[in-house]
């Protein structure tokens, strides 16, 4: 193997180790966002706790479309 090729690698290697920190970075930024709008959908709706979670989107919906 050359040393091209080492180096080659190597900045493949590195790369894909950027990458890979970057979607850690993401995904925990997602699940962080989440969580803050669960809690605000709380908040407002507390009765939220209580309904299944298969229920939630037509619940929700629902809800949303009778607002005034």
């Known amino acids: 193997m050359t040393e091209d090729e080492k180096k080659l690698i190597q900045a493949r ?8 920190r970057n979607r850690v970075q993401e995904h925990k930024a997602r699940t962080r966002r989440l ?6 959908l709380e908040s407002v709706w507390p009765e939220v706790r209580d309904i299944p979670m298969a229920d939630l989107p037509r ?5 949303l479309s009778n607002a005034p």
Do not use: N, T
């Open 13 to 20: 290697h590195r790369l894909e180790a950027v990458q890979a």
């Open 35 to 40: 969580i803050q709008e669960g809690a605000i």
């Open 59 to 63: 619940k929700l919906h629902d809800k």
